[in-house]
């Protein structure tokens, strides 16, 4: 099992705008991989106190991370009966999403969110 570390920025870039980039790898060497991350956003303020943001992104990821995660090593093909699938480095996700954060007094506050992701290149194969 891999234990992984992250390593992540963002930068505002005025008028709402920002955008991320974050890294993520198998600090022990345990086949995890690593992969790579990139976003650009857009905040605003829909009513005061209120939070709204809305984002598009993209992974890529290195091959043992691709191979470990969608891949059937040529060994294990043997073994079952299936078709060895050894996937290259690539891009690995596109996605898409939308935050609403409002208050509910004091500390609290309430968040909802919608999520896509969708599987690219090999590893949609």
């Not at 691709?66 to 079952?80: K, S």
């Not at 480095?89 to 409002?102: D, E, F, T």
């Amino acid at each position: 099992m891999p234990l992984r570390a992250r390593l992540s920025a963002g930068w505002r870039l005025g008028n709402g705008w920002s955008t991320s980039l974050a890294y993520s790898g198998d600090i022990l060497g345990r086949d995890g991989g690593s992969q790579l991350g990139w976003g650009v956003g857009y905040g605003w303020a829909p009513w005061p106190g209120a939070r709204a943001s809305v984002g598009v992104g993209a992974g890529w990821a290195d091959r043992r991370f691709m191979q470990t995660h969608y891949g059937i090593a040529p060994e294990v093909a043997l073994r079952t009966g299936r078709t060895a699938y050894v996937p290259g480095a690539g891009l690995s996700n596109v996605n898409a999403g939308a935050v609403l954060r409002m208050p509910l007094g004091g500390p609290w506050s309430l968040s909802t969110g919608l999520a896509l992701s969708r599987l690219q290149g090999q590893a949609a194969e």
